[in-house]
């Protein structure tokens, strides 16, 4: 038997009555429990008393108030979730139930953007705490205070950033979001007293105001808030390295939402669930979500199931259909920043390349710098995992990093991109300030490129042309509008997780040089300006190198071809776990989703299900 329960109150179902329940499996798909259209007729009084008070120009606005819907087939409950009201007239109404990822997916973040979300707003620091400074050294001690944490102790940071879409090293001079300068601010403590001579960051945004980086994991929780959702585990804010990822942006709002891209929630969840080989699980009842690893899923769900199915199946394959990064080449939609250009080497250069192995960074050196341009400019270095080529600086040559960010080929029978990511490491750029007395010590560091951001505030810049400045009282008057803000369609991602040390030229004399460094590869972004051999990572971490994605997560799972689905028949089974691995005719399949017929006196006898085979 058959009952459908809207807020408590129990639907009349027409005879004949009959729909296809839907069930996919979440590693594969956006949706758990959904059903196609369900038309209940609004002539049976007791229907009509229920959607008395639902008006249709109400469904086309999508100004239904959701309301819980409850499917009990056979006695057991089998969807509990939320009633989608497609269409309703005077004698009929159509609906479409959804519980889960359905529920997350198709009716609270399908076409949603993320930039219309209430995700909150940033405070404005105003230096509270500290009363005996002036406002500007008020301000600076709070940042420095709180650049020493990272997620989840805070949301943001105050992190400098650039707009320069070339790779030369940046002077003081250069203008900055988010600006440092290196200040002795413990030596200058108010009331004349001193102290540490150390130099540490002295935050002073004069050409941009306060412009906050989020973590990525702040803004993953904050979305699932703001759609009635808990997020109660995150893979990734449990990951060592990716915990501490911000995105990069010159975006001058305190509002986190205007800070991102121009995506849906969808698209959002769909690209980190691809990226890092994840699956956000919900659970219908508590609203609770957890975003896992698909490898550590494999390892928790290890029960094999066999599967009695009809003799008959069908069997198709489509190609394109590369779910998971462990059958798919993947590369990251870099943008045209010079930066990327050597960091992701066109497949056609990279083959007509000579390839010579080094074993040490110091060896590289003194082998670059020792040879002649024209019998090594057409050579990549590479001692297996890192690669360079011999760059001429006008001055000398030097070795510079290249490809790190190069494509991953999981698919053997193509060299074509399956899938592009989105979600890039940000481009970054050195920078460097003579700091100390008569500024003999340069002092080196490195800042990440937004790729999306409001113009920075220079004084001495006068290449804004009249026509590209706004008319603030034509505006008003309503005779002129703003350009409409189309967003940006990509999200830079840096790792930031506390204040780094800086090399000291001068070891004689043992001042400290602090900064807010953040990187996207271990090694020092100047090595290539200054043979300075620094890591800010774990050599080999490189968290954004597609190799190392493909080492750390996405080898761990067991590969599934998603190219081949298989469509049996087989009969119900009251305890069937779509998560599981089934045997059947002697082979191991997995199932992507399975569709059960319902009528008025319960389940079909055989249900259809679709399957990938396993390796």
């Avoid at 080449?329 to 045209?336: H, K, P, R, V």
């Avoid at 690669?387 to 698919?411: H, M, Q």
Wanted: hydrophobic fraction near 35%; include cysteine.
């Amino acid at each position: 038997m058959t009952r459908l329960l809207i807020n408590g109150q129990e639907v009349v179902l027409p005879d004949g009555f009959s729909f296809s329940l839907y069930s996919e499996n979440p590693v594969f798909n956006k949706s758990s429990d959904y059903t196609y259209d369900i038309t209940l007729s609004l002539k049976n009084t007791t229907n009509a008393r229920i959607y008395q008070n639902i008006n249709r120009t109400n469904v086309v606005n999508n100004q239904i108030e959701n309301r819980q819907a409850i499917l009990i087939v056979d006695n057991k409950v089998h969807l509990k979730g939320t009633e989608i009201i497609l269409d309703i007239t005077d004698e009929d109404v159509k609906i479409q139930l959804a519980s889960g990822n359905s529920e997350l997916s198709f009716l609270i973040g399908s076409n949603r953007k993320l930039r219309s979300l209430d995700l909150g707003m940033a405070a404005t620091l105003d230096g509270a705490g500290y009363p005996n400074d002036s406002k500007a050294f008020a301000i600076a001690r709070q940042v420095k205070y709180l650049l020493q944490f990272s997620y989840p102790n805070v949301g943001h940071q105050l992190l400098p950033y650039a707009v320069s879409s070339s790779s030369e090293a940046l002077d003081r001079y250069e203008p900055l979001g988010n600006n440092f300068v290196f200040y002795q601010l413990e030596y200058n403590a108010p009331g004349g007293t001193t102290g540490d001579r150390d130099f540490y960051p002295f935050y002073d945004p004069y050409y941009s105001g306060q412009v906050p980086q989020p973590y990525l994991c702040f803004i993953i929780d904050r979305m699932f808030s703001a759609l009635g959702y808990k997020l109660t585990y995150s893979a990734l804010a449990e990951h060592p390295i990716f915990k501490n990822a911000y995105i990069v942006h010159g975006i001058q709002t305190m509002e986190y939402a205007k800070m991102l891209p121009d995506w849906t929630v969808e698209d959002f969840l769909s690209k980190l669930e691809f990226q890092f080989d994840c699956v956000f699980a919900v659970d219908s009842e508590t609203k609770n979500v957890e975003m896992l690893y698909n490898y550590k899923l494999d390892a928790t769900n290890p029960k094999t199931s066999t599967l009695s199915v009809l003799d008959k199946y069908t069997r198709t394959t489509d190609e394109e259909n590369r779910l998971n990064p462990q059958v798919a080449n993947i590369g990251y939609a870099l943008d045209s920043d010079e930066y990327y250009s050597f960091m992701n080497i066109d497949p056609e250069v990279y083959a007509q390349a000579r390839k010579q192995t080094f074993n040490t960074l110091p060896e590289l050196v003194e082998l670059i710098q020792g040879s002649v341009q024209d019998d090594i400019k057409d050579i990549i270095f590479t001692n297996g995992y890192d690669e360079y080529i011999a760059y001429d600086t006008g001055e000398k040559l030097v070795p510079r990093r290249v490809n790190s960010f190069r494509p991953l080929y999981n698919n053997p029978d193509s060299t074509e991109i399956d899938q592009e990511l989105d979600i890039i490491p940000a481009a970054m750029i050195p920078q460097y300030e003579r700091e100390g007395q008569d500024l003999n010590r340069e002092i080196w560091f490195q800042i990440p490129i937004a790729g999306n951001y409001t113009p920075l505030w220079n004084p001495t810049d006068t290449s804004l042309e009249s026509e590209e400045k706004i008319n603030l009282q034509s505006i008003i008057e309503g005779s002129e509008s703003l350009e409409s803000d189309t967003g940006y369609t990509k999200m830079r991602l840096a790792i930031y997780s506390g204040l780094s040390e800086l090399y000291n030229p001068e070891p004689s004399d043992p001042i400290k040089f602090i900064y807010p460094v953040a990187y996207v590869e271990s090694l020092c972004e100047y090595f290539e300006k200054t043979g300075l051999i620094e890591y800010y990572a774990p050599e080999g971490s490189d968290p954004f190198r597609l190799s190392n994605l493909n080492r750390d997560i996405y080898s761990l799972s067991d590969i599934t071809d998603t190219t081949i689905t298989y469509k049996f028949m087989f009969k119900y089974k009251p305890d069937f776990n779509i998560r599981d691995i089934f045997i059947i005719n002697n082979k191991k399949y997995v199932c992507n989703k399975i569709e059960k017929e319902v009528t008025i006196n319960g389940f079909s006898e055989y249900i259809a299900g679709y399957f990938f085979p396993k390796e």
